[in-house]
T-cell receptor, first 114, second 111 residues
Framework: GEDVEQSLFLSVREGDSSVINCTYT??????LYWYKQEPGAGLQLLTYIFSNMDMKQDQRLTVLLNKKDKHLSLRIADTQTGDSAIYFCAVGDEIKAAGNKLTFGGGTRVLVKP | DVKVTQSSRYLVKRTGEKVFLECVQDMDHENMFWYRQDPGLGLRLIYFSYDVKMKEKGDIPEGYSVSREKKERFSLILESASTNQTSMYLC??????????FGPGTRLTVT
């Protein structure tokens, strides 16, 4: 089955850029997502990219996809203390009638230091 | 705004008890999911449902069952709770092909 890997922890200074990395194994993954989980809360979709794209930018967020290496990254520009959270990478199969099943990575805990 | 609610934020149960975790969504979504979240393991899919009374096993269904009698409600059942089922349980819903919306989670402790 699909395997999605992330590093466990990232520490950055406020105002710097953060880069969170994710690797996956299934080359047929079509939908690739980044979710954010703040303490005590559920997951919130941050952004997503389709496998026919290499890059997507949304305000402070930039997603890069390297399909050859099966590597996905999320860059947060000008990181703020409110960005401290756990970030999950998730990948999905082709849309099936049964819905969009996702495989999640283990999550990267980002700590932003003032 | 999509709203996914879960019946409890925190729950403490004894080993062997039957446990019901309820999830309700208000956006008429076809698909609903139950995950458990454990440190370092991310989210693992327990069961999902793509229609009323329809269910499919996820990656770790052992020890769990589900019920979807109404479109808006998806229940996770632990027939006989065990300590290794202590975890954070997250419910999600979506329309086909769209992002999943998550509830706030239920932290279950089995003693």
């Amino acid at each position: 089955g699909e395997d999605v890997e992330q590093s466990l922890f990232l520490s950055v200074r406020e105002g710097d850029s953060s880069v969170i990395n994710c690797t996956y194994t299934d080359s047929s993954s079509t939908y690739l997502y980044w979710y954010k989980q703040e303490p005590g809360a559920g997951l919130q979709l941050l952004t997503y990219i389709f496998s026919n794209m290499d890059m997507k930018q949304d305000q402070r967020l930039t997603v890069l996809l390297n399909k050859k290496d099966k590597h996905l990254s999320l860059r947060i520009a000008d990181t703020q203390t409110g960005d401290s959270a756990i970030y999950f990478c998730a990948v999905g199969d082709e849309i099936k009638a049964a819905g969009n099943k996702l495989t999640f990575g283990g999550g990267t805990r980002v700590l932003v230091k003032p | 705004d999509v709203k996914v609610t879960q019946s409890s934020r925190y729950l403490v149960k004894r080993t062997g008890e039957k446990v019901f975790l309820e999830c309700v969504q208000d956006m008429d979504h076809e698909n609903m999911f139950w995950y458990r979240q454990d440190p370092g393991l991310g989210l693992r899919l327990i069961y999902f449902s793509y229609d009323v009374k329809m269910k499919e096993k996820g990656d770790i269904p052992e020890g769990y069952s589900v019920s979807r009698e109404k479109k808006e409600r998806f229940s996770l059942i632990l027939e006989s709770a065990s300590t290794n089922q202590t975890s954070m349980y997250l419910c999600a819903s979506c329309v086909i092909g769209s992002e999943q919306y998550f509830g706030p989670g239920t932290r279950l402790t089995v003693t």
